[in-house]
């Protein structure tokens, strides 16, 4: 079971992945429903 990137609780069902890009690398992070919602909200500015 994966943990959710920013909030570190467990995730039930499906995670999101989003992929986060740094300096010279980038990764892929699971997000729990609520985390990615909110990181959605965030990206519309």
């Given at each position: ?7 570190q ?21 699971p ?9 959605l909200?965030?990206m519309?500015?």
């Open positions: 079971m994966d943990s959710c990137y920013y909030c609780h467990p995730i039930e069902g499906k995670p999101h992945y989003v992929t986060f890009y740094e300096v010279d690398d980038e990764h892929d992070e997000l729990c429903d609520s985390c990615y919602a909110e990181w909200e965030s519309k500015g």
